[in-house]
């Protein structure tokens, strides 16, 4: 892992550049400090193996969106808007919310002095962070910053990666994908430090939504790799094994398989977050009791505890509000050491000190695949997937895979005249003009027009429904176009 004394010699990043999040400018220093393969948990874990019967893992997603809902269309965080209007709809929530941002910062270092033993993952958007600079909210910064940076704290917290502007990524630009991936980096290096950085290895998709087109799903696992990225988070209902079935072994860790049109094959351990109610489950302390049911299974030749992993938005709802605070904390007082909480990397890393080793996990591949795979006669020809795809589609009308706009051997502008989708149309414009260009990614200009791309991508707009939320975004294409032409 990086160290500090190699810490100290990278440049100290800035938390905002020119009033904007600092997302890119140091591509070549966050690569160094995120490709590394050194232990993250494993000198510092006190949990032995050998005495585990069964543990659990949660995570708690953060999020809320940057509109164009400032003066004359300047870009705030839609907890600001909730603030400034408490009448409309359930704005009053801002303040719990807001409370909700920071409490784990509270929690985490109360259980440990009382000799308790919490874990937690941790998964916040770049839009709120940004949101949270913007407004002034260094309290509830800073109060991350404790169980980030301080060591005492670090055994007890994983944060995970994630798409800059929550963008989901079955619809976003296959050129994007890494991008929005890079943005959270530098972000979060310049708030949290590149230790911090160093030490995030886990992954969390927006909503869950993992590609199933061939094409997006192997670019995006490239770049996670590419990003130092070791595991993410998959939802059991969107993958399948290689012969098209349900996964059997749910709460062991599996190695999700991407090949693309080409023939081109990746892969990346996955752990399976289990169906069902997301808030109820973690608000609940599910997976603890989950995991009380279950015992070790043998992975290879190895015998290991299984984990149950669950995600949940973090503050959203009257359960994660009102009920998670005295459930987490009971849990830890419960806790014996035959069932425990752990993060993702720790068990990975426990499990692998074990004897056990990716090539070991039971593979998966994202769900609907198989049936692909077995049309495909020439698998290093694109055209014998998308004829596949077609076939499916026709014999099946409720078959559907999303993405792959821009795939490989599709140029990743021309054709784009005619598209109709405002995302797509700003992000070809902005690949039309910086691709191939010797841009310099520090450059106001450039973060101006990455951020306008970015936010376009952001799945609330297209999730919250027609309305004003379908305005923000035709604002923000209209800026990104603005910016981009005028300076490119």
Same mark, same amino acid.
């Given at each position: 892992?990086?160290?500090?004394?190699?810490?100290?010699?990278?440049?100290?990043?800035?938390?905002?550049?020119?009033?904007?999040?600092?997302?890119?400018?140091?591509?070549?220093?966050?690569?160094?400090?995120?490709?590394?393969?050194?232990?993250?948990?494993?000198?510092?874990?006190?949990?032995?193996?050998?005495?585990?019967?069964?543990?659990?893992?949660?995570?708690?997603?953060?999020?809320?969106?940057?509109?164009?809902?400032?003066?004359?269309?300047?870009?705030?965080?839609?907890?600001?808007?909730?603030?400034?209007?408490?009448?409309?709809?359930?704005?009053?929530?801002?303040?719990?919310? $807001?409370?909700?941002?920071?409490?784990?910062?509270?929690?985490?270092?109360?259980?440990?002095? &009382?000799?308790?033993?919490?874990?937690?993952?941790?998964?916040?958007?770049?839009?709120?962070?940004?949101?949270? &600079?913007?407004?002034?909210?260094?309290?509830?910064?800073?109060?991350?910053?404790?169980?980030?940076?301080?060591?005492?704290?670090?055994?007890?917290?994983?944060?995970?990666?994630?798409?800059?502007?929550?963008?989901?990524?079955? $619809?976003?630009?296959?050129?994007?994908?890494?991008?929005?991936?890079?943005?959270?980096?530098?972000?979060?290096?310049?708030?949290?430090?590149?230790?911090?950085?160093?030490?995030?290895?886990?992954?969390?998709?927006?909503?869950?939504?993992?590609?199933?087109?061939?094409?997006?799903?192997?670019?995006?696992?490239?770049?996670?790799?590419?990003?130092?990225?070791?595991?993410?988070?998959?939802?059991?209902?969107?993958?399948?094994?290689?012969?098209?079935?349900?996964? &059997?072994?749910? +709460?062991?860790?599996?190695?999700?398989?991407?090949?693309?049109?080409?023939?081109?094959?990746?892969?990346?351990?996955?752990?399976?977050?289990?169906?069902?109610?997301?808030?109820?489950?973690?608000?609940?302390?599910?997976?603890?009791?989950?995991?009380?049911?279950?015992?070790?299974?043998?992975?290879?030749?190895? $015998?290991?505890?299984?984990?149950?992993?669950?995600?949940?938005?973090?503050?959203?709802?009257?359960?994660?509000?009102?009920?998670?605070?005295?459930?987490?904390?009971?849990?830890?007082?419960?806790?014996?050491? $035959?069932?425990?909480?752990?993060?993702?990397?720790?068990?990975?890393?426990?499990?692998?000190?074990?004897?056990?080793?990716?090539?070991?996990?039971?593979?998966?591949?994202?769900?609907?695949?198989?049936?692909?795979?077995?049309?495909?006669?020439?698998?290093?020809?694109?055209?014998?997937?998308?004829?596949?795809?077609?076939?499916?589609?026709?014999?099946?009308?409720?078959?559907?895979?999303?993405?792959?706009?821009?795939?490989? +051997?599709?140029?990743?502008?021309?054709?784009?005249?005619?598209?109709?989708?405002?995302?797509?149309?700003?992000?070809?414009?902005?690949?039309?003009?910086?691709?191939?260009?010797?841009?310099?990614?520090? &450059?106001?200009?450039?973060?101006?027009?990455?951020?306008?791309?970015?936010?376009?991508?952001?799945?609330?707009?297209?999730?919250?429904?027609?309305?004003?939320?379908?305005?923000?975004?035709?604002?923000?294409?209209?800026?990104?176009?603005?910016?981009?032409?005028?300076?490119?």
């Amino acid at each position: 892992m990086i160290s500090s004394t190699k810490s100290t010699q990278l440049p100290l990043l800035a938390e905002t550049i020119d009033g904007l999040p600092n997302i890119s400018g140091w591509e070549n220093e966050v690569a160094a400090v995120v490709q590394h393969q050194d232990p993250i948990f494993l000198p510092t874990t006190n949990i032995r193996l050998e005495e585990v019967n069964a543990a659990f893992a949660i995570a708690l997603h953060m999020h809320q969106p940057t509109i164009p809902a400032g003066r004359d269309g300047a870009l705030i965080s839609n907890l600001q808007y909730m603030f400034e209007h408490p009448q409309e709809g359930d704005n009053h929530n801002a303040g719990p919310f $807001s409370y909700c941002y920071s409490r784990m910062a509270d929690f985490i270092p109360e259980l440990v002095s &009382q000799g308790r033993n919490p874990r937690v993952m941790l998964d916040y958007s770049g839009n709120l962070l940004w949101g949270l &600079q913007q407004m002034g909210r260094g309290d509830i910064l800073e109060n991350l910053k404790r169980i980030t940076c301080d060591r005492t704290y670090q055994p007890y917290v994983e944060w995970l990666g994630t798409m800059w502007s929550h963008s989901v990524v079955p $619809s976003t630009p296959i050129p994007d994908i890494k991008l929005h991936i890079q943005a959270w980096q530098h972000h979060f290096a310049a708030i949290f430090g590149w230790e911090a950085l160093a030490r995030v290895k886990g992954f969390s998709p927006p909503e869950m939504h993992l590609p199933n087109h061939p094409d997006t799903l192997y670019q995006f696992v490239k770049a996670l790799l590419e990003c130092g990225y070791r595991w993410l988070i998959v939802q059991e209902h969107t993958v399948e094994t290689l012969t098209g079935e349900p996964l &059997q072994f749910k +709460h062991l860790p599996h190695r999700l398989i991407a090949r693309n049109s080409t023939g081109e094959t990746l892969s990346i351990t996955a752990l399976i977050k289990t169906q069902g109610s997301d808030t109820k489950l973690v608000g609940q302390m599910q997976p603890y009791y989950e995991a009380k049911t279950l015992s070790r299974q043998n992975l290879g030749s190895v $015998s290991i505890p299984p984990l149950v992993t669950q995600i949940a938005d973090g503050e959203n709802g009257g359960v994660m509000m009102n009920e998670f605070p005295s459930a987490f904390q009971k849990v830890w007082y419960e806790q014996e050491s $035959s069932v425990v909480g752990l993060t993702g990397t720790e068990y990975l890393e426990l499990i692998q000190a074990a004897g056990c080793q990716p090539e070991d996990y039971p593979t998966c591949q994202a769900a609907g695949q198989h049936q692909i795979w077995q049309r495909v006669q020439d698998k290093s020809n694109p055209d014998s997937v998308a004829n596949a795809i077609d076939e499916i589609k026709q014999a099946n009308p409720n078959f559907h895979i999303d993405g792959a706009s821009w795939t490989n +051997h599709i140029s990743w502008v021309a054709g784009y005249e005619n598209v109709l989708s405002p995302m797509n149309q700003l992000s070809a414009l902005f690949h039309e003009k910086v691709d191939g260009m010797d841009v310099d990614t520090k &450059q106001p200009q450039y973060r101006q027009a990455l951020l306008r791309t970015l936010l376009l991508q952001t799945s609330c707009f297209r999730y919250w429904g027609q309305g004003v939320w379908t305005d923000y975004a035709r604002t923000i294409y209209d800026q990104g176009t603005a910016v981009i032409n005028a300076n490119f």
